[in-house]
């Protein structure tokens, strides 16, 4: 029997999911491990933490050992910066995506080199969450760290290493330490930061193999050594094979701990400042994406506590609300995509003395999902092509009261995945592309069942005017920053 393993290094858990070749689960597995958080700006990981968490959630596959797969695909969640010796191991906890303490570092990168788009082939932002100013804020800091490290890798990069003994990268999930139009180091960037060329991996396209497992790997893991494995993608770029963003050529809302939003587009040189422009040297179609911070199940799980109740019940509550309920914009650690401002906050709008409760879930619940609109917005005038189905992925999903939210909010045609694990299936659809199906004929043969939902003409329009008082709530949330910004001069 033919099959594909996919394996998903997320912010909170490797999850892997093994699929025949219609498409249906073997069987799926997940372990999790914690974030070391110091204070609101330092969130490491161990990245043995992420070895040992494969080996269990391999363990849960109850046919990998009878019926083992034909590839494996990687992916996971970037930029986490994890640095190995010559030796393949670890020189220090990675530093996660949502690390950022680098925000020095990251204004004198702004400073020094102005709009990266030529430097590094799309709108990477010099922000503290990115590897450059990360690396940077490390050779500043842990210079023995600096001198002594061989690559810089992401976590499935990592555990690819692990597999395979190979340090191939993609240059997505490289970006800022290569052009991602070339997959070559960028070897100013890298030196303003303290480091040499060598830190940047070799690349190569997702969709190739970097590999097979190893002997002593297939022996830690319980895989069949000689097995190939891809190069692997960021979860984004898995989640949206998965759903069928390639596949459809259609706009998509992952919504997580954070969001990823936007669509893929016909005209690869088109830009949306603050988004993502992605090259067809590292997805099938070429794309404008950008990541949320709190635009997803963050900022839920802050409304629930606030309010206490879990979040199934703020979308109850939610759904009780009036006619009328303040705007919210859920900046509650900053903005990456379109502000890139770790600084501005978030701010309810409109609030008085009928909001209660219920108007508060629910201005929560619908800012999460504006801020995803607000993204597509962006992409539909740059495009000036409307907005067609919109592929969803949300723990919300079957949730009638979050559905309904999403159909008023968003006002477009919504196809919803049931899948809750995309990216491990995406994944696997890499896999597949090994033995030389194209990305969007394995979505096609790998997908799982989704469903349309259509909103009514009303939706449509209540969609266009709560767009309308975010756009002005988000520009007043934007305003304070500013102005505290010229008010307290920076130390």
């Not at 999460?368 to 592929?391: C, F, K, N, Q, Y």
Request: hydrophobic share 40%; net charge negative; charged share 20%.
């Amino acid at each position: 029997m033919t099959s594909y393993l996919g394996i998903d290094v997320g912010t909170s858990a490797v999850r892997v999911a093994h699929l025949r070749d219609d498409g249906s689960l073997l069987g799926v597995g997940s372990e999790s491990y914690a974030s070391l958080r110091t204070g609101t700006d330092v969130v490491e990981q161990d990245p043995t933490a992420w070895t040992d968490a494969l080996t269990t959630a391999l363990r849960a596959l109850p046919d990998v050992d009878r019926d083992p797969p034909s590839s494996i695909g990687l992916c996971g969640q970037t930029p986490t910066l994890v640095l190995v010796d010559e030796h393949g191991r670890p020189m220090r906890n990675a530093l996660t995506w949502q690390d950022t303490r680098a925000t020095r570092e990251a204004r004198y990168l702004a400073e020094r080199f102005g709009d990266p788009t030529e430097i590094v082939g799309t709108a990477l932002s010099w922000s503290a969450a990115n590897m450059p100013a990360k690396l940077l804020w490390l050779s500043r800091h842990e210079p023995d760290v600096t001198s002594h490290a061989r690559v810089a890798l992401q976590p499935k990069d990592y555990i690819g290493l692990a597999l395979t003994g190979s340090t191939l990268s993609d240059p997505w999930s490289s970006k800022g330490l290569c052009d991602v139009t070339r997959g070559v180091a960028l070897a100013d960037v890298l030196d303003a930061c303290g480091w040499s060329s060598h830190v940047c991996p070799p690349t190569a396209a997702p969709w190739e193999t970097r590999g097979t497992v190893s002997a002593d790997a297939g022996e830690r893991f319980g895989l069949r050594a000689g097995t190939p494995v891809t190069v692997g993608a960021s979860d984004a770029i898995a989640e949206m094979i998965a759903a069928g963003s390639f596949a459809r050529a259609s706009a998509f809302f992952f919504s997580g701990t954070s969001s990823i939003v936007g669509s893929t587009v016909a005209d690869e040189s088109v830009r949306v400042p603050g988004l993502f422009r992605v090259p067809t040297t590292c997805a099938p179609l070429p794309l404008l994406y950008g990541p949320t911070n709190s635009g997803g199940g963050a900022a839920l799980q802050w409304a629930a506590r606030l309010l206490g109740v879990d979040v199934e019940d703020l979308l109850t509550l939610a759904a009780s609300a009036g006619r009328h309920w303040p705007t919210f914009v859920p900046y509650l650690s900053g903005e990456r995509a379109p502000w890139w401002d770790l600084d501005v906050r978030a701010l309810f709008l409109g609030v008085d003395e009928r909001h209660g409760r219920a108007e508060m879930a629910k201005s929560v619940v619908v800012g999460v999902l504006l801020a995803a609109r607000h993204v597509l917005s962006l992409v539909e005038g740059a495009t000036r092509v409307p907005l067609g189905d919109v592929e969803v992925v949300s723990r919300g999903v079957q949730n009638p009261h979050w559905e309904a939210m999403a159909l008023q909010s968003l006002g477009a045609d919504l196809r919803f995945h049931h899948d809750p694990d995309m990216s491990a299936r995406g994944a696997a659809m890499l896999a597949m592309s090994l033995g030389g199906a194209s990305v969007t004929e394995a979505s096609r043969r790998l997908g799982a069942p989704s469903r349309v939902a259509h909103p009514e003409r009303a939706d449509v329009e209540t969609a266009r005017h709560l767009l309308e008082d975010y756009r002005r709530a988000s520009e007043q949330s934007l305003h304070w920053r500013h102005r505290d910004e010229v008010a307290t001069p920076l130390r």
